[in-house]
């Protein structure tokens, strides 16, 4: 029998239960070194600031080096494990989807700008302004009586920082600024990829051709227009390979591909191996 690697989604209310938070925010402090061998995600948004640290964190398949000053955002979905040093120091705020939809516009970007990019190097004062915020949470959920009006004020305000420090990072992608069809037609395919799988598709919700999108495609992100929809089928089939038992057959169906022998041709093309084999290393 073949052994099937399963990684849980991990709920919020896993997490250091004594803390009475109502399960809606937790606040956890790391101090020294931390190992996350095989990779999981959660079913809750993270902010984790780093006062100090060395390692490295890896996202969604992407590896990201640590240091002091860096704030690292997962979403829910996402993939991660890390390998942090001994000098390693952060704060992690933990926060339910119901909390994070109340303030998910203070981010002020597009959530997808964030996923792609989740790590970003503070300037010296917002790193101090947001350390501030965080252990100030701390100081209120240690209170016996939790006052949610300020925690959720001062998560907005977390928000609202971390949006003014990525705006430096976000606008240095001057492709999108240049070319705004691009950071639509990725934000289309984060909504369809599983039924629409054709260039034309996209290129008729963004009233343009085909060609002239592949065009762009080729230009500013050095790949064709149809390999940023494989990329996002791909980076999905490996969340679902990780994280469940689901049977290939089914993890096929659900990205969109009727016939499973197709679909592990498919990812055996775009990643070198085969759906079985990448579930069966980890």
């Not at 996350?36 to 984790?48: A, G």
């Not at 996402?78 to 303030?103: C, D, P, V, Y």
């Not at 919700?205 to 495609?217: D, E, F, P």
Request: hydrophobic content about 45%; proline content about 3%; overall charge neutral.
């Amino acid at each position: 029998m073949d052994v099937i690697a399963n990684f849980p989604t991990l709920d919020i209310s896993e997490f250091w239960p004594e803390q009475d938070s109502g399960n809606n925010l937790l606040y956890h402090e790391i101090i020294g070194k931390r190992h996350i061998e095989k990779p999981h995600k959660h079913d809750f948004f993270l902010f984790m600031l780093f006062e100090e640290g060395r390692g490295i964190h890896t996202i969604d398949f992407i590896d990201h080096q640590v240091a002091g000053g860096q704030l690292h955002l997962l979403f829910p979905e996402q993939i991660h494990k890390w390998e942090l040093g001994e000098e390693t120091h952060a704060h992690q705020l933990m926060i339910s989807r119901g909390i994070f939809e109340t303030l998910a516009n203070s981010l002020r970007f597009s959530l997808i700008l964030y996923q792609n990019y989740p790590v970003i190097n503070l300037s010296a004062v917002a790193y101090g302004k947001i350390l501030y915020e965080f252990q100030s949470i701390r100081s209120e959920l240690l209170k016996p009586a939790i006052l949610w009006e300020i925690i959720n004020a001062r998560i907005r305000l977390i928000a609202l920082m971390i949006s003014e420090e990525a705006e430096t990072l976000f606008n240095n992608q001057t492709v999108y600024q240049t070319k705004p069809v691009l950071f639509k037609y990725r934000s289309l395919i984060d909504m369809h990829y599983k039924k629409e799988k054709l260039v034309g598709f996209y290129a008729d919700q963004l009233s343009i051709s085909a060609n002239y999108l592949n065009m762009l495609c080729k230009k500013h992100f050095h790949v064709s227009a149809t390999a940023l929809i494989h990329e996002r089928l791909i980076l999905e089939a490996k969340r679902i390979l990780l994280t469940t038992q689901r049977p290939i057959k089914a993890i096929a169906f659900d990205l969109g591909f009727y016939d499973v022998a197709y679909f592990s041709k498919f990812f055996k093309n775009q990643t070198r191996i085969t759906p079985r084999a990448f579930r069966e290393q980890l």
